[in-house]
Nanobody, 116 residues
């Protein structure tokens, strides 16, 4: 079965960096686009970044452009989110997601807290 397991979250000071990982299993990872979403308390879940399966093209939410980088390692079945210059407003639970045959699969999420 499809499994997505996020890791790498934690508490970081403003201006700091974190790298999130999402380990995938149960499907042909290299064949599917992967996305990172986040959900802050009291807010809707929002798309942060997406990477395609074929040419590795990426797109980002305006709020994270220039600070976050999504990448993938198909040999390790893992997608990453490098987050730099973190701000308090980046505080949220971060989820990875893939869509297979119109069904969305989500990981359990990892908490990122940006605070001094």
């Amino acid at each position: 079965q499809v499994q997505l397991v996020e890791s790498g979250g934690g508490l970081v000071q403003p201006g700091g960096s974190l790298r999130l990982s999402c380990a995938a299993s149960g499907f042909t990872f290299s064949s599917y686009a992967m996305s990172w979403y986040r959900q802050a308390p009291g807010k809707e879940r929002e798309l942060v970044a997406r990477i395609t399966s074929n040419d590795g093209s990426t797109n980002y939410a305006d709020s994270v452009k220039g600070r976050f980088t999504i990448s993938r390692d198909n040999a390790k079945n893992t997608v990453y989110l490098q987050m730099n210059s973190l701000k308090p407003e980046d505080t949220a639970v971060y989820y990875c997601r893939t869509t297979i045959l119109i069904r969305n699969y989500w990981g359990q999420g990892t908490q990122v807290t940006v605070s001094s």
